[in-house]
Each structure stands twice: as C-alpha cells, then as structure tokens.
C-alpha cells in the first residue's frame, strides 16, 4: 500500500491555499463588496469561490495518488449520493428544526432579515457548501484519515476549517467584536466536525453539502 500524503505536504498545502484565500479576499473580493452591488458583485463573488476553492480541490487530489485518499479512488467516486444514508436525511431534518425554532424563539416568528437579498441564494446556498466541502471533505479530511484515527482526523480538519474562515472576518465592514470573532470560530468548528462526520460515514459528499448549504442559507435568511 502506498504512503499516505505526508504531514508535511500537508501543511504545506493548507498554509498556501490559507494564504491564497487571504490575498483573494483582501485583493478582489474586498473591493468587489466595496464598488460593486447587485448581481454583478454576486456573480464574481461566486466566480472567484468556483475557481480558487474546486480549483486547489481539483490539484490537491490531482496531484495525490488515489491510494492517499482513503474514502474515494477519484473525484468523480466523491460526488455520487448515497441516498441509502438514513442518518444524513436525520440530521439535516433536526438542523432545520434547530435553526427555525432558535430564529422562531429570537425574532418572535420567522422573519426574513431586512439585508437578505435574492442574490445570496447563489452565494450561500449554492457555491459555498459545495466548494468547501470539496476542499475539506474530499482532500484534507480525505487524506488525513489515511494517516489519523477519525476522530483527530476530524478535530484537524475542523480546526483548518475554521481557521480559513479568518481571512473573510479580517476583511468584514465593519470590523466584528472580538466575542462575535470566538463566536463563529466555535460555530463553524462544530459544523466542520459534523460534516466531517457525514462524509466519513456515508462516503459521500452530499450529505455535508446538503447540511451546509442549509445552514448557511437559513442562516443568511432569518438570522
């Protein structure tokens, strides 16, 4: 059997694609959100999450041999549903009634948020949960429980994924309170830790990517 992909590769490869994203956001997504509105933000905004997140998904896993990956041989193997997954539709039904019951007990009622815009439906229901699913589910998450026990597989890639969510907080107008900062950073590590787990138990990529894209979307919607 093959050597899984080193630690050091690894880490190499988050710091990079870390970086990356920083320089993406503070460079072009930053002043996007500044000068532009409308559908024409909305569309580049999306466009640039496509070809920098799939794009380093598409390499990583390009670049690794299939035996370095230990849930699935190819990228094509990762997207097929597993419609047999019982437990991913259980999930994704209590998050639903979590998130419409905490909104529902909050605003007194499911009130749709005054800066929600139709646009966000590309950007937070569709674009984001399948980009970053790819990236950390389907390689490092991938590729670390070749090397980890899955649960310190899952703790790490949780912790890289909330980690790349800093450069989107350093770049928020106006700047978020450092309560607000732990917050999300404690939110979006959970999260990370159960998508990791839909993807280790059902093989799959939509079981994370149906979650996450309704998180975000209701979120976005009635928070």
């Known amino acids: 059997m093959s050597e899984p992909v080193s630690n050091r590769r690894l880490t190499i490869q988050f710091i990079c694609f870390w970086l990356i994203w920083l320089v993406v956001q503070v460079g072009l997504n930053a002043p996007i959100e500044k000068h532009l509105s409308g559908w024409p933000q909305e569309l580049l905004l999306d466009a640039i999450k496509l070809v920098v997140w799939l ?14 990956l230990r849930l699935s041989l190819s990228n094509a193997e990762q997207w097929r549903p597993n419609w047999r997954f019982a437990a991913g539709y259980v999930v994704w039904g209590i998050i639903v009634i979590y998130l419409l019951g905490e909104f529902w007990l909050v605003h007194h009622g499911l009130i749709v948020n ?6 966000f439906w590309g ?6 949960g399948v980009t970053e699913e790819f990236l950390f589910r ?54 990370g830790l159960l998508f990791g787990w839909l993807y280790a138990r059902s ?21």
């Open 55 to 68: 794009g380093a998904a598409w390499w990583f896993i390009r670049q690794a041999d299939h035996h370095h």
């Open 114 to 119: 005054h800066s929600f815009i139709p646009q």
């Open 123 to 128: 950007r937070y229901f569709l674009v984001v």
């Open 138 to 191: 389907g390689y490092f998450f991938n590729a670390l429980l070749q090397k980890f026990s899955l649960t310190t597989a899952n703790v790490i890639q949780a912790l890289a994924f909330a980690s790349l969510h800093i450069p989107r907080y350093l770049t928020t107008v106006p700047a978020m309170s450092p309560m607000l900062w732990l917050s999300n950073l404690v939110s979006v590590f959970l999260l």
């Open 203 to 223: 093989h799959s990529l939509w079981p994370g990517i149906a979650t996450h894209m309704t998180w975000d979307i209701l979120v976005t919607l009635f928070g």
